[in-house]
C-alpha cells in the first residue's frame, strides 16, 4: 500500500450510531474508515453532478 499522509479525526455520536457504523463496515468488508473515505467519494461526485 502506497504511504499515505494520514491524520486522526474524533468523531462524536451515539452508541447505537457507533454501532450501526460498524455494521455497516462489516457488511461492506471494509474498516469504518475506508466506508467514511467511500461515502465521501461518492458525496464529492454527486456535488459535482450539482454544479453542472
Do not use: F, H, P
Not at 447505537?16 to 467514511?36: F, G, H, P, R
Amino acid at each position: 500500500m502506497a504511504e499515505r499522509n494520514l491524520e486522526n479525526i474524533t468523531v462524536t455520536m451515539t452508541k447505537e450510531e457507533k454501532k450501526a457504523l460498524k455494521q455497516a463496515a462489516l457488511d461492506n468488508d471494509c474498516s469504518v474508515s475506508e466506508l467514511i473515505r467511500r461515502w465521501l467519494e461518492e458525496y464529492r461526485a454527486k456535488e459535482a453532478d450539482k454544479r453542472g
